[in-house]
């Protein structure tokens, strides 16, 4: 299967990403925008303390940024992804990897209890659900909501207070807060790159 939707929207459905994690190699690997090493040093200053904390990744997919995360020293890691097919890849693949977890479950609608984990991560998920039909300066009712509840359920499950959201993407600013400005909460914002921008998020849960 082509790594390139044929269409955009594609890439909003369970469907799609289910046929192509299908199709793949049982050991392939694919990561949207930057790969670890490109952010290492962002991930070592916002995320200093290694030994103790407990991240969620969400939408995870192939990805290998929890596996090098896992190298770099951060041993506690949860990967959820909606697609079946990709979790138990994965699952298998990384057997080896104490720590390590690997559940089937929805951005939205995540299955913790509140205050689970210290850093929640999405890299490109949120992206995925606004590839949608639309004007992206008004995008449907519907990709609102479902953005609006991952990042709900996100600070839902983050420990409070000092727990932190990270979200990686191409969307810029203009597009992309309106999805994460809460109360009780602060956002930054830190650009990557030269001529083509990526956007780090960095959602802090600040009070209890």
């Given amino acids: 299967m082509e790594l ?27 990561d949207w925008f930057k790969d670890y090493s490109d952010i290492r ?13 407990r991240i969620l990744m969400v939408g995870c997919g192939n990805s290998s940024l929890s596996e090098e995360m896992w190298q770099d020293g951060y041993k506690n890691i949860t990967n959820i992804d909606y ?28 299955r913790f209890n509140q ?10 998920t949120m992206d995925a659900m606004l590839a949608v039909k639309g004007d992206v300066w008004n995008p449907p009712e519907e990709a ?17 207070p000092h727990g932190v959201f990270l979200y990686l993407t191409f969307g810029q600013p203009h597009f992309r807060k309106r999805y994460l400005q809460r109360d009780r909460t602060s956002l930054e914002i830190r650009k990557l790159g030269d001529s083509f921008h990526y956007f780090l998020y960095v959602l802090r849960v600040d009070e209890i």
């Avoid at 040093?41 to 904390?53: H, N, S």
């Avoid at 479902?146 to 499950?157: G, H, L, Q, S, Y």
Wanted: net charge negative; hydrophobic share 35%.
């Fill in 4 to 30: 390139i939707a044929s269409k955009n929207e594609e890439y909003s459905t369970q469907e799609y990403w289910d046929s192509r994690y299908g199709s793949a190699a049982d050991d392939a690997t694919f």
């Fill in 41 to 53: 040093p962002l991930i070592r200053d916002l995320l200093p303390q290694k030994d103790g904390i």
């Fill in 144 to 160: 609102v909501q479902n953005c609006m509840k991952e990042v709900d359920e996100a600070i839902r499950v983050l420990k409070r």
């Fill in 115 to 124: 205050d689970s984990f210290d850093v929640v991560i999405d890299k490109g």
């Fill in 83 to 110: 697609s079946t097919v990709v979790i138990e890849k994965m699952e298998k693949k990384y057997e080896d990897r104490p720590g390590m977890e690997w559940l089937v479950m929805d951005a939205r609608d995540l």
